[in-house]
């Protein structure tokens, strides 16, 4: 396979041509240190994530690893040999990994969706969003205040904590249903999130579409409200009423200005096709809406990737640099607001599809494989002799797993060998049976019991109405390094983590100036529009 040094891969960063660079290494060791235009594809999930972040596989692929011998060595070498087994043409892998990355003078980055949180601290600076701390929020709360408090993360989070009065609206929500939610000018408008980007994108995405209300950003989100002492609500269920606004039109002036004023393009389903057609660069198709309207229909072939989420976690969706990106909704608010924003983060191709969802089909993502199954009351019948062993992220496993079941890294598996051998059945289950799927072939090297998937995985046992077994301690935090831990998800030093990951954020600014190779701004990009 070919191998690359730093100096070369930092020329084909600069050169503008497309580029995907995959971290093989799991997601809790690629948050220790990466670099800046990295996409995590660890190889326990790397055939989902491949066919998430490629479409296209003649694309120019570097793969990554720390460099290092041994048990955790030659990550890197391995992703490359399964690219390659799909058909990819263009792959090679930074001789040395991070480590001759950083030997070699160049910066490496800790966290993860580190461009969008970049991005996130260079709009704050450039465009001067105005913040409140959480003391000052709390009064104006007590005192009755004129305002609204919008949170911009997913109802999800949303429900595990949020701003007592706060409601729901993620962030691609905002600046669609902005009027209906704050009708008088006179009302202030407070967008807040866990720490800092969905907070700062949130504000300053409502500001640049001109509301007349006074807009702040919570500093700090949630992480600053608890580390002033004061208490979250749980368990809420308030947000923005369903279905298009009364003030949708007025949502689409106001974006169509901002995203004209970024550089977004418009294009029509022909125009679409025409990209589609296009086996000289990567397209990403995106519908920005929310997810249950994007469950209710959608454009075949398209990927949901609601507007907020989008920006605020871009790597994701996007794992090649330099790709195209067409972005969909019902009447082009949303994503117009998306496209703006990804044009400013450096991607220089950003179109709006004019009615998206009547175009034809775009070419689908490929398929997983076949599972060979066994049903959830086979297993429940079989659970004395069979060895379930869940392939699922740690904090997955953590929040609900079948009763006995092991925890394991798909690419660990040796680790449970001993337990694997002396199985007389193992059942394999993911979330949704997928990943389980793919792992087939790697637990039968390791036994010659039987080797099966459990249909539909652990949601599938639950659907079946089967008890899970919830257990926040089990794998203990030193253990999840498939996982880059929030400080919300550690079992203890909560608030140092808090602190620390609220610094690391701040300093991000820095970092990309440090680096040299990220120019935001909508003409920011490097290389020439096509």
Partial sequence: MRRIDALT????????????????????????AHL???????????????????????TRIVCVDAGQGGAAGGLAERLGDYLEGIGCTDVAVLDGGTRAWAAAGYVLFSGVNVPSKAFGEWVEHHYGTVSVDAPELNAWIESGRDMVVLDSRTLEEFRRMSIPSG????????????????PRPETLVVVNCAGRTR???????????????????????????????????RGREERYPAGAPASAALALARARAFAERSGVRSIDAA?????AADASRTLYVLDVRDPAEFAADHLAGSISAPGGQLVQATD???GVRGARIALIDDDGARARMAGAWLRQMGHRDVFVVEGGL?????????????????LPADLLAAAPDALVVDLARSIEYREGHIPGAVWAIRSRLAAIADRLAGAPMVVLT????????FAVAEAQGLTRAPVRVLEGGTAGWKLAGHALVRDRTTPPDEACVDFYLRPYDRNSGVEAAMRAYLSWEIDLVHDIARDGTVRFGPSGHVGAAG
């Fill in 9 to 32: 891969l930092r020329g084909w960063i600069e050169d503008g041509e497309e580029l995907a660079i995959l971290d093989a290494r799991e997601e809790g060791e690629f948050g220790a």
């Fill in 36 to 58: 800046f235009w990295a996409v995590p594809c660890p190889l326990s999930r790397c055939e989902a994530r491949v066919a998430a972040v490629l479409p296209r596989l003649a």
């Fill in 167 to 182: 409601i729901s609206v993620p962030g691609g929500e905002l600046a669609y249903r902005i009027a209906e939610l704050a």
């Fill in 199 to 233: 907070s700062i994108m949130g504000a300053e995405s409502l500001r640049q579409a001109g509301i007349p209300n006074q807009v702040v950003a919570l500093r700090n989100g949630t992480m600053g409200w608890e580390l002033a002492g004061l208490t979250c609500a």
């Fill in 271 to 275: 125009g679409l096709d025409r990209l």
């Fill in 316 to 318: 994701q969706w996007i």
């Fill in 358 to 374: 009547a175009a034809r089909p775009v070419p689908a993502r490929r398929p997983p494989v076949p599972p060979v199954i066994v």
């Fill in 430 to 437: 993911s979330p949704d049976g997928t990943l389980a799927a």
